[in-house]
């Protein structure tokens, strides 16, 4: 019932920026929380970045911590990532989780180059 479409990947250099952006399609997006993963090359996925259907609490790996910041409004989830390091390259997938349903968009590819 929920469709998830990522888009804002691309090439940045080391230090700079980019937004990520998640639009939802569905009639019951507030009841879902969101997350962000990432997965490199040759590595498992991991979790980066989560946020409750409220949008009061959200939650972090360490390693983005201070530089990444997720949000969202009643259609999109967002992720913004200041200081990009080259380990941040990785194909980055939206995740909406509500009771048993468990959605993922189709990811989106960030390249950091040093």
């Known amino acids: 019932q929920v469709q998830l479409v990522e888009s804002g990947g691309g090439l940045a250099l080391a230090g700079g920026s980019l937004r990520l952006s998640c639009a939802a399609s569905?009639?019951?997006?507030?009841?879902?929380?969101m997350g962000w993963f990432r997965q490199a090359p040759k590595k498992e996925r991991e979790f980066v970045a989560g946020?409750?259907?409220?949008?009061?609490h959200t939650t972090y790996a360490d390693s983005v911590k201070g530089r990444f910041t997720i949000s969202r409004d009643n259609r999109k989830v967002y992720l913004q990532m200041n200081g990009l390091k080259s380990e941040d390259t990785a194909i980055y997938y939206c995740?909406?989780?509500?009771?048993?349903?468990?959605?993922w968009g189709q990811g989106t590819q960030v390249t950091v180059s040093s």
């Open positions: 995740q909406g989780r509500y009771g048993t349903v468990e959605i």
């Open positions: 569905g009639r019951t997006f507030s009841s879902y929380a």
């Open positions: 946020i409750m259907g409220s949008g009061g």
